[in-house]
């Protein structure tokens, strides 16, 4: 599989603060990718410099072997990409499905002057993307909530709303921060159940996740970052076992001490 | 015509007339306040067309039709040229930037005498915009921006409005979409100060200044942005209240601070609160 996004030396400096430092990783294409670590490590800093937030101090991205270190966001959003937030951005005051008919901008193609005039072709478009956007919202489970005013959503249904506006503008690369935070043992059960369904759209995943069975359970292969370094990359289970990971979530005497259990 | 109607306009028709130019005044905000902007160099866009317009009347004795597009491209092709600089500010800081340039043009209005009449500004143009101009223009304005509200671009300028981050990373090209709005709110205000120069026959370099442009803010904050419509009805309420209130008129500006200041706290969404259907 080749690598869908590859980042090489990313590094990001806020002042003393080296909060990326020097990370290289690969996303391969059709897989489910994690990124985990403590807390301050890292992970949406690495994430806002991928979606175009940041721009990086140094280092490089590319997505699909084009360098888009400097394309500011909707630039990264028409080459296919797309992201969700860890503390969800909806726009509140905009039905479930305009929200959703808004994560379609870079693919409508209609010019202004046609909606101006009303024209048929304006209208088959409209029509077509209001037709997708209710069947994403099908997908996602909001359908019956699609002329509701999306500030009124439920905490877990807005986390999905934002997942079928993310997958509106048809990413190949799909950035989820955080997608199970603050949900319920359900909630998450059922978002798994969703995100899985995503391989067959073709979309490859990279998610920042704390839920660890939830990570564990999802993605094919995770890089670990701890104060702006990566220090493991893995498949699941290597990660489970890898000395430094437990050290860095556990503090080293722990690990030490789980290293003597195991041993003895 | 019935005689009652004659006698009506004959009585009001300044009034009338100012009514319809303060709505495209509003329309012009509306326009930029629509993906969240603030920008008080409304009332500068107005004095270049309402100066653009009166110049071309007056010194080149150009016709009407042909005056009249002029006077919106020459504040577009300045909305163009400080676009660039201005909008990488943001909230009161485009407000302070876009303040200098009122200031700016007025004193080149006042020290440009022999051009612009100084501070004694520019009389005797003829009345040419007529009613039908005035109301026909604001018709079809409205009708616009309610057709391009309910499309992909208003669902985008809302998305602006309501959170611009998320909306860049949507893909809403940010930088265009800005600029874009401000330049044809600049347009839309000096089309209103071309019409407003046609009509009152006479104007001003102080006419175009802070008040003036706060006033204009006013209109859209009273009135709401969430229809196009809205800021239009919020004109016609502050245009037409002075004229009701008149042993109040002295006090307008008050007024227009006070509305502010209660519109904010008590209707934060104006009087016409509602919101388009931006989905088919």
Same mark, same amino acid.
């Given at each position: ?264 | ?21 303060? %709505? @495209? *005044? /509003? ?6 306040? $629509?993906? !969240?902007?603030?920008?008080? =160099?409304? &009332? ?91 109301? %026909? @223009? *604001? /018709? ?6 309610? $057709?391009? !509200?309910?499309?992909?671009? =208003?669902? &985008? ?124």
């Amino acid at each position: 599989m080749s690598a869908l996004l590859s980042a090489r030396g990313l590094t990001m400096q806020f002042r003393g603060l080296l909060a990326v430092n020097a990370v290289d990783v690969d996303v391969a294409a059709g897989s489910v990718h994690g990124i985990i670590g403590p807390n301050g490590a890292g992970k949406t800093t690495f994430f806002n410099l991928i979606s175009g937030l940041l721009r990086p101090t140094s280092g490089s991205l590319t997505l699909d072997g084009q360098d888009v270190t400097a394309l500011p966001p909707y630039a990264r959003t028409r080459m296919g990409l797309a992201r969700t937030f860890q503390n969800i951005r909806m726009f509140s005051d905009m039905s479930v499905l305009e929200n959703v008919m808004t994560g379609m901008h870079t693919r409508l193609k209609a010019p202004g002057w046609s909606a101006l005039l009303r024209l048929p072709g304006f209208r088959a478009e409209e029509r077509e993307a209001r037709a997708q956007a209710m069947e994403l919202l099908e997908f996602v489970g909001l359908a019956d909530k699609a002329d509701g005013r999306s500030g009124s959503l439920a905490y877990g249904e807005q986390r999905r709303l934002e997942i079928a506006r993310a997958l509106a503008s048809r990413p190949r690369l799909l950035l989820l921060d955080e997608p199970a935070a603050g949900m319920n043992p359900a909630e998450t059960r059922e978002l798994a159940v969703l995100l899985k369904q995503l391989g067959q759209r073709d979309v490859t995943l990279l998610l920042v996740e704390h839920d660890m069975g939830f990570v564990m359970d999802l993605c094919d292969r995770i890089t670990v970052l701890n104060f702006g370094r990566k220090i493991a990359e893995g498949g699941p289970r290597d990660i489970r076992n890898d000395s430094s990971v437990i050290e860095a979530y556990l503090g080293s005497k722990v690990a030490e001490r789980l290293a003597k259990a195991h041993g003895a | 015509m019935a005689e009652w109607l004659d006698d009506f306009l004959f009585t009001y028709e300044n009034l009338i007339h100012a009514l319809g130019i303060h %709505g @495209l *005044l /509003a329309l012009s905000m509306y326009c930029v306040m $629509a993906l !969240g902007q603030l920008s008080l =160099g409304q &009332a500068a866009f107005m004095g270049l067309g309402a100066y653009t317009g009166a110049l071309l009347t007056l010194k080149l004795g150009l016709p009407f039709w042909l005056v009249l597009p002029i006077s919106a491209l020459v504040p577009a092709l300045v909305a163009l040229v400080i676009g660039g600089p201005t909008l990488r500010l943001n909230g009161v800081y485009l407000a302070i930037s876009t303040i200098a340039l009122g200031e700016v043009l007025r004193v080149l209005y006042i020290n440009a005498e022999s051009l612009t009449g100084g501070a004694l500004g520019l009389s005797g143009i003829p009345q040419k915009a007529s009613l039908w101009l005035v109301y %026909g @223009l *604001l /018709a079809v304005c409205i009708a616009g921006f309610w $057709a391009i !509200g309910r499309s992909r671009i =208003g669902r &985008a300028m809302e998305a602006m409005r309501e959170d611009e981050m998320a909306a860049g990373v949507m893909g809403v090209n940010l930088p265009l979409y800005k600029l874009g709005a401000l330049i044809a709110s600049a347009m839309l205000a000096g089309l209103a100060g071309s019409l407003a120069a046609h009509s009152n026959s006479f104007i001003g370099p102080n006419e175009y200044g802070f008040e003036a442009a706060v006033t204009i803010l006013s209109f859209a904050l009273l009135g709401g942005i969430g229809t196009p419509i809205a800021p239009v009805i919020g004109a016609f309420v502050l245009t037409a209240l002075p004229e009701l209130l008149r042993p109040l008129a002295d006090f307008r500006l008050v007024f227009n601070g006070l509305i502010i200041v209660l519109a904010v706290l008590f209707l934060p969404r104006g009087i016409v609160p509602f919101r388009l259907r931006r989905a088919p």
